[in-house]
């Protein structure tokens, strides 16, 4: 049974910081990860998807790596901004017999002051 | 172009009614996933409709809950004689096909069982 852990559960940081966020799972045969945002009362922002067979993906101040053997993903937060600040959740898609459906992690809660 | 849209927002319903709940998916996307985030839970799938495949109903919690989709677009979720543990926010996603492809979240129905 596929299980995706993040670390850490909660992380407060002054504006400007460069940070990591760390995924990990227990079953390497994946479709894909993706990193999500939730602000607090909304749905999910999709923020990277990385396909099984990539390393890593970009957007703006954003890096998303992949280590499938290790079962490791890291989400990189350059210059980190207040409005950064929400719940990062990290879901990885396969497994043996998966349908395609996301199994998440409990999220890291990121507070980012001014 | 349009995400995808729910219906209600919110829903407070009284123990033991019936409730339905409803995803518009993208336009074109043929995959639908619905997924159920609780407090104490976190966010666990629900079911998952491919196309006029067989939809995979492994997360359902129990046999109060069904879900139906309708020429291929709108979804339905259905809770029979609903319970205080069914209080938490359903979500639903849409992706183009199943499995690889990039899943996109709704706002969310916050159901409140009282």
Known sequence: KQEVTQIPAALSVPEGENLVLNCSFTDSAIYNLQWFRQDPGKGLTSL???????REQTSGRLNASLDKSSGRSTLYIAASQPGDSATYL???????GNTGK????????????? | GAGVSQSPSNKVTEKGKDVELRCDPISGHTALYWYRQSLGQGL???????GNSA?????????????????????TLTIQRTQQEDSAVYLCASSL???????YFGPGTRLTVT
């Open chain 2, 44 to 50: 666990e799938f629900l079911i998952y409709f491919q």
């Open chain 2, 55 to 75: 939809p995979d109903k492994s997360g359902l919690p129990s046999d109060r809950f069904s879900a139906e989709r309708t020429g291929g677009s709108v979804s």
């Open chain 1, 90 to 96: 990290c879901a990885v898609s396969g497994g043996s």
């Open chain 1, 102 to 114: 996301l199994i998440f992690g409990q999220g890291t809660t990121l507070q980012v002051k001014p």
């Open chain 2, 97 to 103: 096909e199943g499995r690889s492809y990039e899943q």
């Open chain 1, 48 to 54: 990277l998807l990385i396909q099984s067979s990539q």
